[in-house]
């Protein structure tokens, strides 16, 4: 009896006093995702990798808006929207204590105004996608004249590129029409 009483003072304290200490985490640790709207370009890829579906985005085209949600209760911490952000507008911190008293406060959300299209005046995406990837153009090496001169291809929708890519300003275009046979 006397020796495991000993055994036990040598190994000293095993646990941590945690609600009256802090508790210290890795360097590693995955917790709460910390978000920065103003570095996100709403691109989406966080909410396509997220497993959980805690990650969404929706488009209102009708006021012109893209409204990007995160729900911590659902979010399983697995650290995927961080390594698909661009911009590295999500990190999970070192925050683990997630308790409130209402549940909304386990949102987190952020709108963005859409870039209507130049054909159509559709909105189609969010005009700081659009900024990012003309700053990556002219960061890769492209003339900052050139890149501004590609803006009215930028800011046309899809839709309406491929019309005009086969109508070609009023000409037949052929490679269409090669394999048809009547």
Request: net charge negative; hydrophobic share 35%; charged share 25%.
């Amino acid at each position: 009896m006397l020796k495991l009483l000993k055994t036990i003072r040598d190994a000293g304290v095993a646990t941590v006093k945690y609600p009256f200490k802090p508790l210290e985490v890795c360097a590693d640790f995955r917790g709460k995702p910390e978000y920065d709207p103003q570095q996100c370009i709403a691109c989406g890829a966080c909410t396509v990798a997220c497993p959980a579906n805690a990650l969404t985005m929706e488009t209102h085209p009708e006021d012109g808006t893209r409204t990007w949600q995160l729900f911590l209760g659902r979010c399983i911490f697995c650290g995927r929207c961080e390594e698909v952000c661009p911009t590295r507008a999500i990190v999970l911190s070192p925050d683990f204590e997630l308790a409130v008293t209402n549940k909304p406060d386990l949102y987190n959300r952020a709108t963005f105004s859409l870039l209507e299209c130049r054909e159509c005046h559709q909105p189609f995406t969010a005009g700081k996608a659009l900024e990012y990837a003309m700053a990556l153009l002219v960061q890769s090496g492209i003339d900052e004249a050139t890149v501004e001169e590609m803006r009215p291809q930028f800011e046309t929708c899809p839709t309406c590129k491929q019309r005009q890519n086969l109508f070609n300003n009023g000409s037949t275009n052929l490679s269409y029409h090669v394999g048809e046979r009547k």
